[in-house]
């Protein structure tokens, strides 16, 4: 049967890269300044196909203006030729069998004041400026409708995965603007997703500096790639959008509205979303929002760290959706996947100049959720000299309301001073319910049996205000920033539970009212020192206050009510932190490379208040943080880049009540408010090369990081499988990782691109388990190979294979040790038919070994459907879809701790069926001129 999947995907694929033109011919030249007969060096050469002027490929010239472009197939062309400053070259040229290699000779090109009357001169389709590549949108030709994330597609050098994430020059894309301001908050996805192809005049693709390199000039190495969207004249101005509804078999529903607003620097966009498809559809930061709102509880059981893989939905689906990687957390957010996901989402954003000194922008943001879901899992906990294993199956449902509001206005004062003022809130309210039996057996007999019933419901809130003031002198690089930060929070949970078990029997009521108040002030003043030097100064002051009131009720059987105190589970507890720390940093810019030193001093006071108990403990440190940056540029887009970080984590509030907590029964947690800071050392080595002109790009890292008095876990094994834990403090945790990503057009194929990434981590984690000492040692090995294939407008091909081996090692009880391999081939295509026909299909084939009986199982997820547009400008779409053709969606994850693995299979989604209609709505502003016989703008006239 596996063999049988993997004939068929094969077969849906690589039927489709035989496709691919076959490399004929050539072109060659030397580019020379008419004017002072200088030969040109770094000057653009590109060739475009005619009739349309979709980019084939592209070129710099040497330093001696000589340039050659290859692997052009058989066909008619133009050649484009570009420098500063200097008129475009255009010239029309043909391959052919006959005639294979072009020869241009010595190219004259003349200054620009010289414009020829007879040609209509654009921009190139490919500008370089240091390390920004600028990519002339019109110049890769698009399916009709298509979104930004199509285009990006088509861009050598850029990869978009199947979730949407977009890399470029094998590093993840961190932001992407809209001429040069943030779109709907700044995440990526909304502006890649719902922004058409067509409004696009150029896409600038370049490294990003901090804001706080923006703001003083000075380049202190910080990188991060990122995406500038130049949008054309005629379409800022105007409405365009997206309306869908679609009704499927089981009762299935996918209805969703985006409409944006644009009329020069105003934007206003709404997004609203409905389904019970599993497609949640929201970011991080509103996933944050539903799981407490800020000094909620934690949710934590376990050892510290640690591996975890998890599945759901269309493969062994890793963190965030993603395929093929291990999350080393020990948490997985997961994808959608797992349960059956009623969701509702509603948002607004606004963004505007209201005058030459005001920059405004801001969003508003709901989320519903409800999710049920069964699930089953093994769970072994290793003992010093035995193993408990516990089987249970989980009914749950658990429901998600959220809502969130942020602003952010910029006030230039003057060309010197700034003030940014960004306030933001957010309400929760959540709901969950389970019903969960189980069985806990030993070396020879059942330990304990039963089921518990929890209830549990919560509502909190966030307020948060930064306000930042900035000022630059006269003299270049001495600036003076001074930021303040409140944050207030508060969540209050009451929750239900009834237990049934061998070794307990109870049904109890309990009230948590937890919240946070937090107060913070930084300052930094950078002085210049010399032309090449810069020396700042820095100081924080935070004082975070935070309480947490629980109290514990037993069911009174003579009235009925929640009304018998149990004081060993009543608590009032009080915890503050406060510290200041003065730092300053040396950071020397160079030609060729820059570095930083730093150091700060912080004295830290932590006092631990039990109310309840008459009980302060109080703990007073200072702690050293040295730093240490250096980036090496050896020539263009290739980079060395080294920094070194030190930093504390204070013990949260929930690990420092002294006060058990028997919810999650029979998994005991008690607080410790002995507990004492972290202070981890973490060094990163990145090296990052990106061929201009091949479009190859290899991007490697390699990490280490130690944690001394690591926050973790000292487990107790009680009588009946019972397991009571406690936050400790360990040495002897690290971590080391490394990551090698590959890319590089593929030859004799032209759109074709291969990628592959190489990951390896090993770390150690500590856990005290029965009052002995268990270290962890976790080693994980992963490959991804990825191959996509796009043919002009007509096809979009990828297909990919991960494999992932792990294998766990305990100083406690070594015959427990494991090892275990996950496979993932998947495969993704979209054909565009005659007759405005378009055939999408996905295949996903999962297999895994070393897991605990009956969840090694092997799985393909395939999914297809066929849309057909219709209505003037195929404004319309009418789509026919169905999803895990094979009925064989599951979901199985594997959990590694220090001192337990944990197996479990959820509920999935299964086979459904469902039609869909879509409206584009486009209003823009303008119309677009005809491109050489087509409709994309931009083009030339050649006579």
């Known amino acids: 049967m596996k063999k049988f999947y993997l004939s068929v995907l094969a077969v849906l694929c690589l039927g489709f890269v035989s496709s691919a033109q076959k490399v004929s011919g050539s072109i060659k030249g030397y580019l020379q300044d008419s004017t002072s007969a200088s030969m040109l060096g770094d000057a653009t050469v590109s060739v475009m196909s005619l009739p349309d002027s979709s980019l084939i490929s592209f070129t710099l010239s040497d330093n001696n203006g000589f340039f050659e472009v290859k692997n052009i197939g058989a066909g008619e062309y133009v050649v484009a030729s570009s420098f500063i400053g200097l008129q475009s070259f255009k010239k029309k040229f043909i391959i052919s069998a006959a005639n294979p290699v072009v020869d241009f000779g010595t190219i004259k090109l003349q200054r620009a004041d010289k414009l020829l009357d007879e040609v209509i001169i654009s921009e190139a389709p490919v500008k370089i400026n240091g390390d920004t590549i600028s990519f002339k949108a019109d110049a890769f030709k698009t399916k009709p409708n298509a979104t930004v994330e199509d285009l990006l597609k088509k861009l050598p050098g850029v990869q978009v995965e199947r979730d949407g994430t977009v890399k470029a020059q094998g590093e993840n894309v961190q932001k992407v603007y809209v001429d040069g301001k943030e779109f709907f908050s700044n995440d990526p996805k909304l502006a890649t997703k719902n922004l058409t192809a067509d409004m696009v005049d150029r896409v600038d693709v370049y490294d990003d500096m901090s804001e706080q390199a923006k703001f003083n000039g000075i380049d202190d190495g910080s990188r991060s790639k990122a995406i500038n969207l130049k949008l054309k004249k005629d379409k800022k101005k105007g409405i365009f959008g997206k309306v869908n509804a679609g009704y499927g078999s089981d009762e299935r529903h996918d209805v969703g509205l985006t409409a944006n607003y644009f009329k020069g620097a105003t934007q206003a966009n709404v997004i609203a979303k409905s389904n019970n498809t599993n497609n949640i559809g929201y970011t991080i930061s509103d996933m944050m929002g539903m799981f407490g709102g800020g000094g909620g509880t934690t949710m934590s059981v376990g050892g510290s760290g640690g591996m975890m893989i998890g599945g759901g939905g269309g493969g062994m689906m890793m963190m965030g959706g993603g395929r093929g990687a291990t999350n080393m957390s020990g948490f997985n957010l997961g994808s959608g996947g797992t349960g059956i996901t009623s969701s509702s989402q509603a948002g607004l954003n606004y963004r505007d100049t209201w005058s030459k000194y005001f920059d405004v922008n801001g969003s508003y943001f709901f989320n519903h959720t409800q999710r049920d879901n069964l699930a089953n899992s093994l769970r072994q906990n290793f003992l010093t000299d035995s193993t408990i294993t516990t089987s249970e199956e989980t009914v749950s449902r658990n429901r998600n ?8 206005m910029i006030y230039s004062i003057d060309s010197f001073n700034s003030v940014i003022f960004q306030p933001n809130i957010s309400f929760q309210n959540s709901q969950s319910y389970s019903n969960n039996s189980l069985v806990s057996t030993g070396a020879t007999k059942i330990l304990n049996q039963g089921y518990t019933v929890n209830n549990n419901l919560g509502d909190g809130y966030n307020w948060s205000n930064n306000l930042l003031w900035r000022r630059k002198f006269r003299k270049p690089g001495r600036t003076l920033s001074v930021s303040l930060t409140n944050m207030l929070s508060s969540n209050d949970r009451t929750g239900y539970s009834v237990n049934e078990l061998t070794v307990r029997k109870s049904d109890q009521m309990n009230r948590t009212a937890s919240s946070t108040n937090n107060f913070g002030i930084t300052a930094s003043y950078t002085e210049p020192i010399a032309r090449d030097k810069i020396l700042e100064f820095n100081y924080s002051h935070n004082d975070n206050h935070s309480r947490n009131d629980r109290r514990t009720l037993n069911k009174n059987l003579a009235t009925g009510n929640y009304d018998q105190v149990i004081e060993a589970q009543t608590n009032l507890f009080e915890n503050s932190n406060l510290y200041d720390r003065y730092g300053t940093n040396l950071r020397i810019v160079k030609k060729k490379y820059n570095y930083q030193l730093g150091f700060a001093l912080q004295q830290t006071t932590l006092e631990s208040n039990n109310l309840s108990k008459n009980s302060l403990i109080m703990q007073k440190a200072t702690n050293m943080f040295p730093t240490a940056a250096f980036n090496y540029n050896f020539q263009r887009s290739r980079s060395l880049r080294f920094n070194y970080r030190g930093r504390t984590n204070q013990p949260s509030a929930s690990q420092l009540q002294d006060v058990e907590n028997l919810d999650n029964y029979p998994y005991i947690y008690r607080g410790n408010p002995s507990l004492s800071q972290e202070f981890t050392h973490n060094v990163m080595l990145t090296y990052n090369f990106f061929d201009i002109m091949k479009f190859r790009n290899f991007f490697a890292f390699l990490t280490y990081s130690t944690t001394q008095n690591k926050i973790t ?17 360990m040495n002897g945790v690290y971590n080391v990782s490394g990551n090698i990503n590959m890319g590089f057009p593929i030859k004799n194929m032209q759109g074709g691109n291969f990628n592959t990434t190489t990951r390896v981590a090993y770390n150690q984690d500590a856990t005290m388990v029965n009052k002995v000492k268990n270290f962890s040692r976790t080693l994980s090995v992963g490959e991804d190979l990825r191959l996509n294939y796009n043919y002009k407008e007509k ?14 090692k305990n100083t406690v ?15 993704d295509m979209t054909y565009t038919l005659p007759s405005d026909f378009i055939l999408s299909t996905d295949f996903d084939y999962t297999f895994n070994t070393g897991l605990a009986s009956g969840y090694n199982q092997n799985y393909a997820i395939w999914n297809a459907g066929l849309a057909k547009q219709v209505f003037k400008s195929k404004r319309g779409e009418i789509k026919a879809s169905v999803y895990d053709i094979l009925n064989q969606n599951t979901s199985i994850s594997r959990t590694v701790e220090s001192n337990y693995i944990l197996d479990v299979r959820n509920t999935t989604l299964k086979r459904f069926f469902m039609l869909t209609f879509i409206y584009r709505i486009n209003r823009m502003g303008g119309r677009s001129m005809p491109v050489m016989g087509t409709q994309r703008g931009g083009g030339i006239r050649l006579n």
Do not use: C
């Open 713 to 729: 876990n000292a487990v107790e094994y009680r009588p009946g499988g019972v397991q009571f834990t406690q936050p400790i403090n």
């Open 795 to 808: 096809l979009d091909l990828g297909i990919t294979a991960s494999i992932n081996y792990n294998q766990v």
């Open 401 to 408: 309301d959220n809502h969130r509001a942020n602003f952010n």
């Open 813 to 827: 009880q070594q015959e427990n040790n494991s090892s275990y391999f996950t496979h993932v081939y998947s495969a």
